[in-house]
């Protein structure tokens, strides 16, 4: 049973880019969720989805930044005009119901040049 | 609000020697406490698990017991060994669900 996947794991930027981070998530599993690493720091909750809604982004910024989980396919974390302070790792978990353990895809580590 | 405060590191001790990692929670209701492993340039593991009070969470050769009287999941391990250097996460998840809160992550070294 494949884990969570992510892809890329690394990705290089210039500012004002897009970034486009993709996530799929473990077989079952209908929720999925992205935190945020900066360096040296704890994850960051960023946002929860559930197949085609989003359900909880408090932890998104309010600019350049937006989720989706479409019906078919994987999740999409999209970063518009990236910033050098977008530098991060980006990690996606997954999992069957919202109060059952999360289980974390490797991470795409973003880099702004 | 819910949160996590973690032992600051970095740790390094020497293999075979007893590792103790703090971690204490603020928390309305009970919720779920969680240990994670990250490895150089991986994500992150589970490595192990306790949903209610008094229960024991325990992994390869780690432990933590979910303390309610005292707020607090200290991840223990007896005889720590070089593969076990990496960073330790303990984490919160609320018995509402959605997100996790994770502590600030302590950086574990064993030398020989």
């Known amino acids: 049973n494949a884990g969570v996947m992510q892809n890329p794991r690394h990705l290089v930027r210039r500012r004002g880019q897009e970034a486009r981070l993709r996530c799929s998530p473990m077989?079952?599993?209908?929720?999925v969720y992205w935190y945020r690493q900066l360096p040296e720091e704890g994850l960051k909750f960023m946002v929860y989805?559930?197949?085609?809604?989003?359900?909880?982004e408090s932890g998104m910024p309010k600019e350049r930044f937006s989720a989706e989980f479409p019906k078919e396919g994987p999740s999409i974390l999209r970063i518009q005009q990236v910033v050098r302070g977008d530098s991060a790792a980006y990690f996606c978990?997954?999992?069957?119901?919202?109060?059952?353990?999360?289980?974390f895809g490797p991470g795409t580590r973003l880099l702004v040049l | 609000g819910d949160s996590v405060t973690q032992m600051e590191g970095p740790v390094t001790l020497s293999e075979e020697a007893f590792l103790t990692i703090n971690c204490t929670y603020t928390?309305?209701?009970?919720?779920?406490l969680f240990w994670y492993v990250q490895y150089p340039g991986e994500g992150l593991q589970l490595l192990l698990k306790?949903?209610?009070?008094?229960d024991k969470g325990s992994n390869k050769g780690f432990e933590a017991t979910y303390r309610k009287e005292t707020t607090s999941f200290h991840l223990e391990k007896g005889s720590v060994q070089v593969s076990d250097s990496a960073v330790y996460f303990c984490?919160?998840?609320?018995?509402?669900?959605?997100?996790?809160?994770f502590g600030t992550g302590t950086s574990l070294t064993v030398i020989p």
């Open positions: 978990a997954s999992s069957s119901d919202p109060l059952k353990t999360q289980y």
């Open positions: 077989k079952g599993h209908s929720h």
């Open positions: 989805l559930q197949k085609e809604n989003i359900i909880d």
């Open positions: 928390a309305t209701g009970y919720p779920s």
């Open positions: 306790a949903t209610k009070a008094d």
């Open positions: 984490a919160l998840l609320p018995n509402t669900g959605n997100q996790f809160y």
